[in-house]
């Protein structure tokens, strides 16, 4: 399996949720869903548009851990939402497979379709975690708080949350970019 790093540029994150937005409402709004909640893409497949229509807050069962996750919606998210939700049954899943009646779309479709966006900004690292790893990013740059970030991830360490996120890599590469044995 390869390593899938997070979008570390804003603009490139800006310039891939504006190309999926032009393609594919649904696909646009699972990439905005994933960059603000930060959740597994196992977990995000799963919503149904009662989950989250005139919803505050987000409380899910995690997939792979079991446990319980509140979270405020985003004012950003919110407005995407609210726009997407507007004309769908509540019943139906928010990421809807066009192949099939009342079916989300599978891991694997929105791999493709995250991998063909991040292919076209010249980006290879990219897969269905960097959802999760460009949220986690980018709320560390604004807040410092590897320590909340690590709450936020279930991780069990400090260490863990940081490379996960790429920070870890970000100071090595920095390190060794700085270091200088000239006078």
């Given at each position: ?92 899943f928010l990421f809807r497979s066009p192949n099939a009646p009342n079916k ?80």
């Amino acid at each position: 399996m390869n390593t899938v790093e997070p979008i570390r540029d804003k603009e490139v994150v800006l310039d891939i949720a504006d190309y999926l937005r032009c393609r594919n409402q649904r696909d646009y709004v699972m990439f905005m869903f994933g960059i603000y909640s930060g959740l597994r893409i196992c977990d995000i497949l799963q919503f149904r548009v009662r989950d989250v229509r005139g919803k505050d807050y987000i409380a899910r069962r995690e997939k792979k851990t079991g446990k319980e996750k509140r979270f405020p919606i985003n004012k950003n998210l919110r407005k995407i939402l609210d726009g997407y939700v507007r004309d769908k049954k509540d019943y139906e899943f928010l990421f809807r497979s066009p192949n099939a009646p009342n079916k989300p779309i599978t891991r694997q479709q929105a791999y493709n379709i995250l991998s063909k966006a991040g292919k076209e900004f010249g980006l290879d690292s990219i897969g269905t975690h960097t959802l999760r790893k460009t949220f986690g990013y980018h709320l560390y740059k604004q807040t410092n708080d590897a320590a909340l970030l690590m709450d936020i991830f279930n991780h069990s360490d400090i260490h863990i949350t940081l490379r996960y996120i790429g920070v870890d890599q970000d100071c090595k590469d920095k390190a060794y970019n700085n270091l200088s044995f000239s006078r």
